[in-house]
Structures are given as C-alpha cells and as structure tokens.
C-alpha cells in the first residue's frame, strides 16, 4: 500500500486498532440489553436475537462487497461510510419502540455499518502496511485491539445500562462510536500496489473458487460465528437463568476480551511460525472441550467467570490465522474481498447461532440444545482444517505479444 510520510505502518496499525477497538467492542455490548428491553418493550428473547442475528447476516453479506471496493478504490471511502452507518444505526437502536424498528436499526443498519468498518476491511489495510514476514503478527494485534474493546466497553456499556437505562446508554455508546469517523480518514488510502501479474476481480474469485482449502476454511469459519455470536449474545441471560446477577454477565464478556487479546497475539505470533491451518485445528478442538466443561459443571460464579478466561483465549485467535490464510496463499491484491466471502459463512454461523439460540429458548425454556451443537460443531471445524493445501498459488505470467 503505497503511503504519505505521516501514515507509516506504526500509524496505520495503530489506527486500525483503534477503528475494532470501538467497532467490535461497542457491538458486543449489545447481550448486555436482552433482559431490559426484552422486559421493558415486552419482547421474547427471539425477537431481540432475530434483530443480532439479521444485524450479523447483513454484516457478512456486505463485507466481501465492501472489500471489493476497498481493494479496488481504496479503504477511506468505504470505512468512512460503513462508520456513519454504524453510528446512526446505535443511535436509532434507543429510540426503538417495536422489534421491526429495532430490526432496521440494530440489525440492518448496524450491520451495514459493521460490514464497512469491521474486520476483513480494517485488517487488510493493516495487512498491506506490513511485510509479509510481519502480516501474521499485525493481524493478531488488530484482532486483540477488537477483544480489548470488548473489555473495555462491555462493563461501560454496563454502567450506563446500570445508572441510565437502555435508551440513554444506547446514544451514549452511539456518540463513543463517533470516535471512529477520524480513524477512517487516516486508514484511507490508494489501493494495494500489485507485484507482478495483476489479477482481475473475476480472476481473483474463480482462482479461489477452484481451490478445495478455499472452501474448507469457509466453512470452518461458519462455526466460529456459530459459536462466538451464540455466546455472546445469550451468555448474560443464560447465567441469569442460573442464578447470577447481571453484573455476572458483563463481567463474563470483558473477560472473554481481556484473555482474548493474549489469545489474539499469541495466534497471530504463532502463524509467523507454525502452519496456521494446524493451529485453527486445535483452537475448535479446544473451544469443544472448554463448553463441554462449561455445560457439565454445576453453575457458579467462578465456574463462569473461568469459563470466560478459557473461551477468551480461544475466541477469536481464528481471525488473524484465517485472514493470514487467505494472503498467504492468494496474496494480498483482494485480500479484503477474498477474506470477506470467507467472512461471510461466518456471518451465516453467527445468525443462526443467535436466532436459534433465541428460538430454542423460547420454545423449550433452555439454550441446552445450542451448546451441544456448538460442541459438535467445534470437533467438525477441528477436523475440515486439517487437510487444507496451504501453499501459495502460483500463477502463470503472461506471455507478452511480440
């Protein structure tokens, strides 16, 4: 990516940092407000996880749309649109009388948002500002930047909820996001610069539409939204229903951040070493063993905040290794595309994992059936990883006309 003096590769990773620093964390506050608005509004808990799950389908649709044009035209225009979206979508989010108002706002809006100014755009550009030696390394720290946000905003997000109710924290947590409209502007930027053939974009999706690992680590990331949307959205109130008090909740979520950012770096750290495609492996391996524990144990306090700490160093330590993925074999031309129809399948796993975990509930009184799913879902991820090729593909030059 060609840059300014100013905009060097330390303020480039900074900023974007900074960008899923607000973005993820502010989102993931959002499980925090299915108890009060559900009893305030009288709501079912399905009409709240639909308006999550709608806002993670529409997040994941525009996201390989979104790094089409940022790969094409540059990232400014895109982030800086996707931030005014989100921004306004919070905001309408307090002032939401019926769950198709809250649909439009949380779920279209701010998913429109998130898909402008969320992960596989915000990475890409970090991505590009590095070396490729040093790419795995800047992914992960993007990615423990977005988890110290959850962190960080979830118990904010729980104070205002506390002091204020959830209309007022809403626009507080709207102007916070405001924060991320300069950011934009310094993460703006010419597309990358191509060595060698240059690729089109028809080129660049039938290339990865032809390779098997292509489509294996596609659908592995389809769990881990499953997963990680699931518990992020239904964790509060399910240790509510066993006992706890909200404040338990929040408490859980910050500290899936807070050990996720040593999960996100020590992923990131791991893939400029080991084979990425066997680290993703073992992290669903691991995250299928850790809800196992979690479900079987009698409920407690600590029992759910260790939980939190173990999840948290598995929970989104896939997101550096499965973008690095997609540069380290298809190179970093339409990494933002590329990446984000890869993102995209996460999108689907998260919708389902929230509704479901709504709908079942509601059904049946328990989120039992979701964590087992969640579980066996985990071992197929584990397995689908395993066999990927790998290897940077290899293209044929082209043969100049004499």
Known sequence: MKQTDWRGPAVV???????????????????????????????????????????????????????????????GRVLFFGTIVYVLGVGLMSQTATATGFVLSAGVMVGIGMGGAGFAVVLAVMGRAVSPEQRSLALGLGTAAGSLGQFIMVPLGQAYLSRYGWSTALLLLAATAALMVPLAGVLGGPPAAVVGHSQSLREALAEA?????????????FVCGFQVAFIGTHLPAYLVDRGMGVEIGAWALAIIGLFNVF??????????????????????????IVLYAFIVAPPSEAGALLFAAAIGILWLATVPLTTGLVGQIFGVQYMAMLSGIVFFSHQIGSFLGIWLGGKLYDA???????????????LFAALVHWPIDDRTVVRARPVPVS
């Open 364 to 378: 049946t009184g328990s989120y039992d059936p979701v964590w087992w799913a969640s579980i066996a879902l985990g």
């Open 209 to 221: 539409v032809r390779h098997p690992g292509y489509w294996l680590l596609t659908s592995g990331y």
């Open 13 to 75: 990773l900074a900023a974007g940092s900074l960008m899923l620093l607000l973005s993820f964390g502010i989102r993931q506050s959002f499980g925090l407000f299915l108890p009060s608005m559900t009893q305030d509004l009288g709501w079912g808990r399905e009409n709240f996880a639909l308006a999550i799950a709608v806002q993670n389908i529409v997040w994941g649709i525009g996201q390989p749309f979104s790094g089409a044009l940022a790969d094409r035209y540059g990232s």
């Open 263 to 288: 999960g996100s770096l020590g992923a990131g750290a791991l893939g400029q070493r080991r084979r990425k495609k066997y680290l993703l492996s073992w992290i669903y391996l691991g995250r299928s």
